[in-house]
């Protein structure tokens, strides 16, 4: 059925035939010289967060070509949504990028509100955002410390665990779920917060204000850290738009754009003063101290939020069986790892007739390619690592 | 939860909120924003524009198919959009009912029957459609183009946005689009092995053919509850 068979196929390959599949597996798309040597990184490794492979080919220490193979946790997650109810889809996309699924439903739920013409009420939008850069900031400070982990610096990965616990703490005692909420509801939340939530999250904050501070000490001080990140894996911001690489990512490389700020007003955000900070540099230690301000200026922007928490009911009054009218909307938000975007098609069903999603992570690591060409192999650990993201989030 | 929830505080000034980004969303005079893209669009690509719509402040502007790679150039030069969000497909057929029977659909939920057609409409049943961002001017166009059923290509936009690359190599692996000028076209998720387009919507999802939809239901039936009873009590959309 597909139109460029590959020419295994063909009589008289019987005998290599297993080599020639295992290279088509591969993907490489590399001529077989001699001398240079293919080594094959993953599908397991601690610095990708589920299962990445990578092929690269080397000349001695010099990466010469390299090419991610992805694909081992598809889940047809595109598929999947055109069998089921806005509701169900809620569940499912929790699972994209698991590190912060709260804010991958924000944008699901907001497209599917945007086509019903159905306001969240203030109070579920102020929460929404809450949850929303918690679980930025669960998923900075795991990369605060982990990024340390795999320059050899053992300590901060499990300051990053610890400090990152006191935020899912609290993401479960308001949703339920440490890592699934489904919270959103299409219309509102859930629930409303429970009590003494608000008290329990200013302590929070200022357990990872001062988390940031060891952080920044004990990784972005460390001299062995700066040496293997500084100047190493340099994306120029226009090679890194035409990638489509964002978020933090893009920042890092000085491009000045945060979809928060300038997109199209979503959320609490346009009620909020916060910075938006870029490093000129580009490198993995711009991303690592760009991720390191981010977390403070959520933490900021949390402690804000608190203080104007507005009262009211945290659901609008919505049909019980959610059906959405014909039309089509493209949402998207600013997510840790990136920009997430869902462009939902509607055709008046209970479940939606197309979502397309786009993900952070899949376009950040499409630029692998091209960052890794001419690197060393010991610095292609950090350069995956200080890209962050996550394998769920690239599958889907 | 009372005691400690506050007043609703005034919005905190935030003097640099752009004027750009506050687009109405169903405003009866267009956007200014969308009025200046369409202005350089149509200086651009002129009478390749087959329609432009506005789909809840989103931007939409169809073009003719054998514009499609030009688009691409004319998006980063006349609308400075450097920043590539991505490259899709679309299958606008309904997706046609499993089995043999009345009660055998497992396409659910229910999508309609006939062929109808998104934002700025469609020729026939495959689109590609891409989005494209500019980060200086905080705008975005969405762009679509029809693919011919029976001979699905269309220009690739590698050449101008890299990171087209694998957003192509996945519309052609899920949908069958070719998109000529892609340097190579060779799967992203799925296995060498497997057969078809997964997300075009006569390739049936196998879990649904094994077990169908059970509909809307509130309360599942008991083993012994009669199933005229379930359908009367729930059974119903």
Known sequence: MSTTESPTNAPGFEVDRNAI?????????????????IINLGPQHPATHGTLRLVARLDGERVLAADPVIGYMHRGYEKLSEFRTYP????????????????????????????????????????????????????????????????GALTPAFYGFRDREHVLNLIEAATGGRFHPNFNRIGGLKDDLPWGWIAETRSAMKTILDACDVFEDLVAGNEIFLSRTRGIGVIPGDIGTSYGVSGSNLRASGVDWDLRRDGRPYLAYPDLDFQVWTHPDGDSFSRYWVRLQETRESVRMVLQLLDGLPAGPVMAKVPRIIKVPEGEVWVETENPLGQMGYYVVSKGATGPFRVKIRSASFSNVSILPWLLKGVYVPDIVTILASLYFILGDIDR | ?????????????VP??????????????????????????????GDAVIESADALGGLVVRVRTDAWGRVAEIARDALECDYLSFVAGIDWMPAPPEGDGESAD???????????????????????????????????VTFKADVDESDPVVA????????????????????????????????????????????????????????PWPGLVDVEGMPGDEPAAVAAAGGEE
């Open chain 1, 88 to 151: 169900q889809v809620t569940t499912l996309i929790n699972r994209i990028d698991w590190l912060s699924s709260f804010a991958n439903e924000v944008p699901f739920v907001d497209a599917a509100e945007r086509l019903m013409g159905v306001e969240a009420p203030p109070r579920a939008v102020w929460i929404r955002t809450i949850l929303t850069e918690l679980s930025r900031i669960a998923t900075f400070v795991l990369f605060l410390g982990e990024m340390g982990l795999q320059v």
């Open chain 2, 1 to 13: 939860m009372s005691d400690e929830t506050t007043e609703p505080t005034e919005p905190t000034e």
């Open chain 2, 106 to 140: 497992t396409s659910s939920p229910v999508q309609p029957t006939t062929m109808t057609y998104g934002a700025a409409g469609s020729a026939g049943r495959f689109q590609v459609f891409g989005i494209v961002q500019s980060t200086s001017r905080h705008w975005g």
């Open chain 2, 16 to 45: 640099e909120v752009p004027e750009v980004a506050e687009t109405p969303t169903s405003a009866p005079d267009p956007d200014p924003v969308h009025v200046e893209l369409l202005a350089r669009i149509d200086a651009a690509l």
């Open chain 1, 21 to 37: 599949r295992q290279l088509a597996d591969a993907q490489i798309n590399v001529e077989l010289d001699t001398g240079d040597m």
């Open chain 2, 156 to 211: 690739s936009w590698v050449g101008v946005y890299p990171g087209a690359d694998w957003h192509e190599r996945e519309c052609w692996e899920m949908y069958g689009i070719r998109f000529v000028g892609h340097p190579a076209l060779r799967r992203l998720y799925l296995p060498s092995e497997f057969e078809g387009y997964p997300l075009r919507k006569d390739f049936p999802l196998l879990a649904r053919v094994v077990k």
